[in-house]
C-alpha cells in the first residue's frame, strides 16, 4: 500500500512532454497551473520596464497627464471638438488611460515570439503565459493610473459638473477586463502571424495610432455625424466599450447596446481564435524566428 502510494505521488510530479495530435487546445489550464509563473513574468516586466529610467514608475502617470494636456490643446481649443459637456481634462485623461490600457496590451504582445525566442528555445512552460502576463501588467498600470481619475473625479463631482452612474460602477472592471483581452488577442495574433513576416512589425505602432483616431478616444461618438463613418466607428469593439466606460464614470455618452454586444462578440471570438494561432505557431516557430 506504501508502495504505491509513494508511485502515485511520483507520477504526480512528472510531466511527459510527446508530440501533440492536431486538435484544438487552448492550453488555459496549463497557464493555470503554471499561475506562479505568471506572477512572477508579470513582476519582472513591470520591473524591467521602468528599471534604468529617470523617474521611474512615475512615467506610468506622466504618460496620460501630457497626452490629456496635448488632446486638450490640439483637439479641444484648436480643432474644437466637444467632449459632450464633459470637463476636458478629465474627459481626455480618462480617454488616455483606458486606451493605453488596450494599446499596451497589444503591442507588448506583438512581439512575443521574436522578444522571447531564446527563452522559448531553452526552457519549457506554457508560451500563454508571457501574453497573459503582459496584459496584467498593462492592467496593473491603469489600476495606478485610476488613482489620479478618481482624484480628478471627486473634484468635479464636487463642483457639480459632472454626474457619474455610480449604480453601474460595478461593472467597470469587467469593461476594463475586455479592453486590456481584447488588446491581447489583437497582440498575440500578430505575433503569431510576423514569426514568418517579420516586416509586419514596423507598421504594427503606425496601425495602432490609426486605431485610435478610429476609436472615439479623442472625441464622443456623439460627435460623430450619422452615416457611414459613425457606423464604423460604434462597431470597433474599442469605441463602445471605451464610450461605456466613460458614461459610467462621468456619466455622459452614448451608448448603443447592439454595437457594444457585436463587440464583445467580436473580442471573444477573436480571442479564443488568436488562442488556437498562437498554440500552433509555438510549436513550429523556432524553425523561422
Same mark, same amino acid.
Given at each position: 500500500?506504501l508502495s504505491?502510494?509513494?508511485?502515485?505521488?511520483n507520477?504526480?510530479?512528472h510531466?511527459r512532454l510527446?508530440p501533440?495530435?492536431?486538435?484544438?487546445r487552448?492550453?488555459l489550464d496549463?497557464?493555470?497551473?503554471?499561475?506562479d509563473?505568471?506572477?512572477l513574468?508579470?513582476r519582472?516586466t513591470?520591473?524591467?520596464?521602468?528599471?534604468?529610467t529617470v523617474?521611474g514608475?512615475?512615467w506610468?502617470?506622466?504618460?496620460?497627464v501630457?497626452a490629456s494636456?496635448?488632446?486638450?490643446?490640439v483637439f479641444g481649443?484648436?480643432a474644437d471638438v466637444g467632449?459632450?459637456?464633459?470637463?476636458?481634462?478629465l474627459?481626455?485623461?480618462?480617454?488616455?488611460?483606458?486606451?493605453?490600457?488596450?494599446?499596451?496590451?497589444?503591442t507588448k504582445?506583438?512581439?512575443t515570439?521574436v522578444?522571447?525566442?531564446?527563452?522559448f528555445s531553452?526552457?519549457?512552460?506554457?508560451?500563454?503565459?508571457?501574453p497573459?502576463s503582459?496584459?496584467l501588467v498593462s492592467?496593473l498600470?491603469?489600476?495606478i493610473q485610476?488613482?489620479i481619475v478618481i482624484a480628478?473625479?471627486?473634484?468635479?463631482?464636487?463642483?457639480?459638473a459632472v454626474?457619474?452612474?455610480?449604480?453601474?460602477y460595478p461593472?467597470?472592471?469587467?469593461?476594463?477586463?475586455?479592453m486590456a483581452l481584447?488588446g491581447?488577442?489583437?497582440?498575440?495574433?500578430?505575433?503569431?502571424?510576423t514569426?514568418?513576416?517579420?516586416d +509586419?512589425?514596423a507598421?504594427?505602432?503606425v496601425?495602432?495610432? +490609426?486605431w485610435?483616431?478610429?476609436s472615439?478616444?479623442?472625441?464622443p461618438i456623439?460627435?460623430v455625424p450619422?452615416?457611414?463613418l459613425?457606423?464604423l466607428v460604434?462597431?470597433?469593439?474599442?469605441?463602445e466599450?471605451?464610450?461605456?466606460i466613460r458614461m459610467?464614470?462621468?456619466?455622459?455618452?452614448?451608448f448603443d447596446?447592439?454595437?457594444? +454586444?457585436?463587440?464583445?462578440v467580436?473580442?471573444v471570438l477573436?480571442?479564443f481564435?488568436?488562442?488556437v494561432?498562437?498554440?500552433?505557431?509555438?510549436r513550429?516557430f523556432a524553425?523561422?524566428?
Amino acid at each position: 500500500m506504501l508502495s504505491k502510494t509513494a508511485t502515485e505521488q511520483n507520477t504526480a510530479y512528472h510531466i511527459r512532454l510527446q508530440p501533440e495530435e492536431k486538435k484544438v487546445r487552448l492550453k488555459l489550464d496549463e497557464a493555470w497551473r503554471y499561475r506562479d509563473l505568471v506572477r512572477l513574468l508579470t513582476r519582472r516586466t513591470f520591473t524591467v520596464t521602468y528599471q534604468q529610467t529617470v523617474l521611474g514608475p512615475l512615467w506610468i502617470i506622466i504618460n496620460p497627464v501630457l497626452a490629456s494636456l496635448i488632446y486638450m490643446f490640439v483637439f479641444g481649443h484648436i480643432a474644437d471638438v466637444g467632449t459632450a459637456g464633459i470637463p476636458q481634462i478629465l474627459f481626455y485623461f480618462v480617454s488616455s488611460a483606458v486606451w493605453e490600457l488596450f494599446s499596451f496590451s497589444l503591442t507588448k504582445n506583438s512581439q512575443t515570439f521574436v522578444t522571447n525566442a531564446y527563452l522559448f528555445s531553452k526552457v519549457y512552460f506554457p508560451r500563454i503565459c508571457v501574453p497573459i502576463s503582459n496584459m496584467l501588467v498593462s492592467l496593473l498600470k491603469f489600476l495606478i493610473q485610476l488613482l489620479i481619475v478618481i482624484a480628478l473625479l471627486i473634484t468635479f463631482v464636487v463642483r457639480g459638473a459632472v454626474h457619474p452612474m455610480w449604480a453601474l460602477y460595478p461593472l467597470l472592471p469587467l469593461l476594463f477586463l475586455q479592453m486590456a483581452l481584447f488588446g491581447m488577442s489583437v497582440g498575440v495574433l500578430i505575433s503569431s502571424i510576423t514569426t514568418k513576416y517579420r516586416d +509586419l512589425l514596423a507598421v504594427v505602432n503606425v496601425l495602432v495610432n +490609426l486605431w485610435m483616431y478610429g476609436s472615439a478616444v479623442v472625441y464622443p461618438i456623439q460627435s460623430v455625424p450619422d452615416g457611414v463613418l459613425k457606423i464604423l466607428v460604434k462597431i470597433n469593439p474599442v469605441s463602445e466599450n471605451m464610450e461605456l466606460i466613460r458614461m459610467i464614470l462621468l456619466g455622459e455618452g452614448e451608448f448603443d447596446l447592439m454595437y457594444y +454586444l457585436v463587440g464583445l462578440v467580436i473580442t471573444v471570438l477573436l480571442f479564443f481564435f488568436s488562442l488556437v494561432i498562437f498554440n500552433r505557431v509555438e510549436r513550429t516557430f523556432a524553425d523561422t524566428v
